[in-house]
């Protein structure tokens, strides 16, 4: 049954999802450096976190969809609970290799949960009980937190409570996933056997090429303003520009943009991202790069609301879950991997601005294959069995 209490407890889990992932991404390795890692290690250790999200989703999504729904609510929070007893243990393994495997760990249970979710909020959108959009803007509001609380807290000696902290957000994903909504749903048989649509993969492509063409972005963007003369604090009013557009996307225009042709959507926001990753390689001026970071709203936010819905629509209905985790592995894990890795060897050889330039030429070959995808969004007569062929 979907109550006001149980979408709160959806909206407390992206919270916290997304506030645990503005702690990793800036001060993670920060944190490692504090406890005498190289800078190989750092990127070994950081490795390792990416690597689970290719891993973990699929797999995980693949048992799962012959389970009974419910056992997918209770996996959630099971490995949150996991999650954070890993990161607990970050704080006490002292040998590398040890430290090497927890991480692995935490990261296998962290990354498995967030397509589970991803499912369920979808679910609950198309029984018009609630906007998937409106749900997960909850997570940028948590991001956009952390971030700038982390930045005042963790200074300095501080650094050594990240492990703490990380522990605590997976405590408030497991306490806010025994209350998930319990969905109503036609069971049918899983069968693995079924196969995936020419429509499933061309998307899964396409969110593969998205996610590499912010390599530049996620990788490189705070050096690149650093190396401008951009403080600190400016460096971080870009990043929450980005964010608040986000939030207002998904706020204002998500159910819009989920009913949108797959080949429209996506095109579009692809075509945007690399208009976004030009200018940035062309421009530091501080009003042109405020500008530009509203596009963010496309090239991440109205993409991803999207993608989330058609993955759902397009899958078979006994294989949703192995679908959400393969397109959560083929972005933002194995995407999103090459790109700031291909993106360092290019930053480092040719500068930041090709970075950013090779991006937006990456973006715009993603193109003629967002092109391929049906051309019907939800609102033609034709239906959605089409999509599924």
């Known amino acids: 049954m979907v109550t006001e209490s149980s979408l709160n407890r959806i909206r407390i889990f992206y919270a916290a999802y997304f506030a645990a992932m503005g702690l990793v991404l800036p001060f993670f390795p920060i944190y490692l450096d504090g406890r005498g890692l190289d800078a190989v290690m750092i990127g070994f250790m950081t490795g390792l976190l990416a690597l689970a999200k290719v891993v973990a989703p699929p797999w995980i999504g693949h048992l799962l969809d012959r389970r009974p729904q419910e056992q997918a609510q209770q996996f959630i929070v099971l490995a949150s609970w996991m999650a954070a007893f890993a990161a607990l243990l970050i704080a006490f393994a002292l040998n590398l290799y040890l430290l090497a495997a927890i991480v692995l760990l935490f990261g296998i249970f962290w990354a498995a949960v967030l397509p589970l979710t991803d499912g369920l909020s979808v679910s609950v959108s198309e029984s018009e009980r609630a906007d998937y959009g409106r749900l997960r803007a909850w997570g940028s509001v948590g991001f956009v937190i952390t971030s700038l609380a982390g930045g005042a807290w963790l200074a300095g000696e501080n650094i050594t409570t990240f492990p703490f902290l990380l522990a605590g957000l997976m405590i408030v994903l497991a306490f806010a996933a025994q209350g998930f909504p319990q969905v109503e749903r036609i069971e ?35 050096l690149y303003l650093a190396d401008a003369g951009f403080s600190g604090w400016q460096i971080g009013l870009y990043w929450v520009i980005g964010v608040v557009a986000e939030i207002i996307l998904m706020w204002r225009w998500s159910r819009t943009v989920q009913r949108l042709a797959p080949a429209l959507i996506f095109s579009v926001c692809l075509l945007l991202a690399a208009l976004r990753w030009m200018g940035t390689g062309l421009t530091t001026d501080y009003l042109m790069l405020a500008i530009l970071q509203l596009l963010h709203a496309a090239s991440f936010a109205a993409f991803h609301v999207a993608a989330i819905a058609w993955v759902k629509r397009i899958a078979p209905d006994s294989r949703h879950a192995a679908a959400q985790g393969l397109f959560s592995a083929a972005g933002f894990g194995l995407g999103s991997t090459i790109g700031i ?10 500068g930041y601005a090709m970075a950013f330039y090779i991006c937006a030429a990456v973006a715009l070959a993603g193109i003629p294959l967002a092109l391929m995808l049906p051309k019907m969004g939800l609102n033609d007569s034709s239906g959605g069995d089409l999509i599924r062929e």
């Open 188 to 222: 049918i048989e899983a069968d693995a056997r079924i196969p995936f649509s020419r429509a499933f993969y061309l998307l899964l492509s396409v969110a593969f090429i998205m996610q590499i063409s912010h390599g530049a972005y996620y990788g490189f963007f705070s």
């Open 341 to 350: 890795m291909g993106c360092g060897v290019i930053a480092g050889s040719l």
